[in-house]
């Protein structure tokens, strides 16, 4: 990868943020990530919901995530989308979930309005591209209809917390994982890039402890709060150095901070 253009404040950052991209965005990730799970499936559509609801349950220990989004799997009989299509609210199957404070409950007032959206001839490529202008600087948009979406389709009240308000100040870093998956494509084969009505310069870093500590470490983020002030703060600094794909760095600083390994 050739540097970019870069404004010289961020000189001794770059050459890190290159290194760590380049030892962390590769196949060898997947294994232990969240990520292996939509991986799983070839189509679309299965990759997109599976994606998404492995996202929203995504905090916590990794090894307990990927265990409970295997469950998950197996609950919707390997099939996402059909499981989706032919969802009912009373299967006794789907009581068997729960992945900490999320339940059964969530899980099923959340899959009663995917029907919904798919039923409609929709999807969430096309829930989140409907309201993603070309023009506009990031996703924010779509994040925020993402939410009314489900709200006005009788999401429950107790589920409404894993639906983030970023007009409150939320990160939204699972959302945002979900959208990098669904959006960046490189040779590397880690993100589906699957979604190409929205461009890679317009996501935001999935914003969590560990690349709100190592950004700042690294002189890349000011702010003290991981709201979504700070993720605008570090999304913008990010494109300073790569514009057209900022949240590649995600891997960098993610990876540096879960890892805490600074050494390489």
Do not use: C
Request: proline share 4%; net charge positive; hydrophobic share 40%.
């Amino acid at each position: 990868m050739n540097p970019p253009t870069f404004n010289p404040f961020f000189k001794d950052t770059l050459s890190k943020l290159i290194k760590y991209y380049d030892y962390y965005n590769r196949h060898e990730f997947i294994e232990k990530d969240p990520i292996s799970i939509p991986h799983l499936f070839k189509n679309e559509k299965d990759i997109e919901i599976i994606g998404f609801l492995v996202a929203l349950i995504t905090w916590g220990k990794r090894e307990t995530v990927i265990k409970s989004a295997k469950q998950l799997v197996f609950l919707m009989e390997n099939h996402p989308y059909d499981f989706i299509m032919n969802f009912n609210k009373n299967s006794l199957l789907l009581n068997k979930f729960v992945h900490r404070t999320f339940n059964m409950d969530d899980l099923k007032s959340i899959l009663s309005i995917l029907k919904i959206l798919y039923k409609n001839g929709s999807s969430l490529r096309l829930l989140f591209e409907n309201y993603i202008h070309p023009n506009d600087q990031h996703v924010g948009k779509g994040i925020i209809e993402l939410r009314n979406y489900f709200i006005k389709n009788g999401l429950e009240k107790r589920t409404f917390r894993f639906f983030p308000d970023i007009e409150k100040g939320s990160a939204a870093k699972r959302i945002n994982m979900f959208l990098r998956w669904m959006v960046r494509k490189d040779e590397r084969g880690v993100d589906f890039g699957i979604w190409k009505g929205i461009k890679t310069s317009q996501l935001l870093i999935p914003l969590d402890v560990h690349t709100g500590r190592i950004a700042r470490e690294w002189g890349l983020l000011k702010r003290k709060s991981n709201d979504f002030k700070a993720v605008l703060e570090l999304t913008n600094n990010l494109k300073i150095i790569d514009p057209i794909d900022p949240i590649k760095f995600d891997y960098a600083l993610f990876g540096a901070g879960i890892y805490k390994n600074q050494s390489l």
